[in-house]
């Protein structure tokens, strides 16, 4: 499938509250951009004097990302490893392979960045869907362990470099072939949190497709209101509405991506430890957390555990996120710590942090 031209596209405004004075001119410009990137499309808005530049230094920090670790783009670091075998990499190639090792073990491998070569055989990250047959999935399922991913720091290899500087080298198993598309949009959303607070903007939001990062309040201090998609909608249809600050807000389901072939349909979340589409009592998961690489990791993981074992492990880890799960039979489902800042008409029940 050919990769869309990444395009950007906007308006920057100044709002001008004539009774506060040009103080309040300047705190409220907004800029607001949209991109297509990372397969979906992107918007980022932008309050402050400097919101604009913010604003063009995030489109700038995402197509940098893009074209760094598309596993289906020939010139990015990722396709270099995975044809390579090991790599000198970056320091956003190197977090990102340390990110996504410590969410591989801490879900017990339900997270696996290693899943690609299974993915491909399906044929998800092309558009060629393909539904393999068992002994396809088990030679292919045989490369998948995280484990085997390993990162070292020795010295630099690079030609006129100071041979006592170090550098990140990473080394993947015997054909094995990795990829970014469980957490490339949350550590994106983190990375331009970090760069929109270096440029002064305390008050932005950025959707990255299924992926919210919140930055501060709304200019007039109130919380971000951020939609949660009902799965069995539309994508203008919502189960309920969020209320956060400073948070990654990202939401993983089968009616993302999916094929269907002689009446059945194949969803693009690949149960790790099977080789096939996870078929489990969730539609959906959301995942809320001021982790943005986490948030994108967990809501796949818990996605593929199903409803009673995605409760118990977030009682376990509900210092690091917390969760809005859908079931199959219509019932939303959120984490106590969310009470008062989800709303919604739906049915809803509370998950305590009570032990099991």
């Given amino acids: 499938m050919k990769r869309k031209v990444l395009t950007a596209a906007g308006i920057c405004i100044g709002i001008l509250i004539f009774t506060e004075g040009t103080r309040y001119f300047v705190q409220n410009q907004k800029c607001q951009k949209q991109l297509f990137a990372m397969d979906t499309y992107m918007e980022f808005t932008a309050y402050g004097k400097n919101s604009e530049k913010a604003v063009d230094a995030a489109i700038e920090e995402v197509q940098k990302l893009d074209a760094m670790l598309s596993a289906e783009n020939s010139k990015s670091e990722v396709y270099a490893l995975n044809e390579q075998g090991n790599l000198q990499a970056t320091d956003d190639l190197a977090e990102l392979i340390l990110r996504g090792k410590e969410i591989y073990q801490e879900t017990d491998g339900l997270f696996d960045d290693t899943i690609y070569p299974v993915m491909k055989l399906w044929g998800f ?15 292919k399922l045989a490369l998948v362990d995280g484990n085997k991913v390993e990162i070292q720091t020795r010295d630099s290899d690079e030609k006129g470099r100071d041979s006592k500087e170090k550098a990140k080298f990473v080394t993947l198993g015997a054909d094995q072939q990795i990829d970014f598309g469980g957490i490339a949009k949350g550590y994106t959303g983190q990375k331009l949190a970090e760069l929109f607070q270096e440029y002064g903007v305390s008050s932005a939001l950025v959707s990255l497709g299924g992926n919210i990062q919140a930055i501060g309040t709304k200019p007039d201090g109130s919380s971000w209101k951020v939609g949660i998609r009902d799965p069995k909608g539309g994508q203008q249809d919502y189960i309920g509405v969020l209320s956060v600050e400073n948070q990654a807000v990202v939401t993983s389901g089968g009616y993302e991506r999916y094929f269907e072939e002689n009446g059945e349909t194949y969803i693009h979340i690949i149960n790790p430890r099977t080789g096939y589409p996870a078929d489990g009592d969730l539609l959906s998961v959301t995942i809320v957390s001021k982790d943005g690489t986490l948030a994108d990791g967990m809501s796949t993981a ?42 919604t008409e739906w049915e809803l029940e509370m998950i305590e942090s009570g032990s099991e």
Wanted: aromatic fraction near 12%.
């Fill in 125 to 139: 990250p092309t558009g060629n869907y393909h539904v393999p047959t068992a002994a396809e999935v088990q030679k």
């Fill in 302 to 343: 818990l996605y593929i555990m199903g409803y009673e074992k995605a409760c118990q492990f977030w009682r376990q880890h509900r210092e690091e996120f917390n969760v809005i799960l859908v079931t199959d039979d219509g019932k939303i489902h959120i984490s106590e710590n969310l009470k008062g800042n989800f709303q």
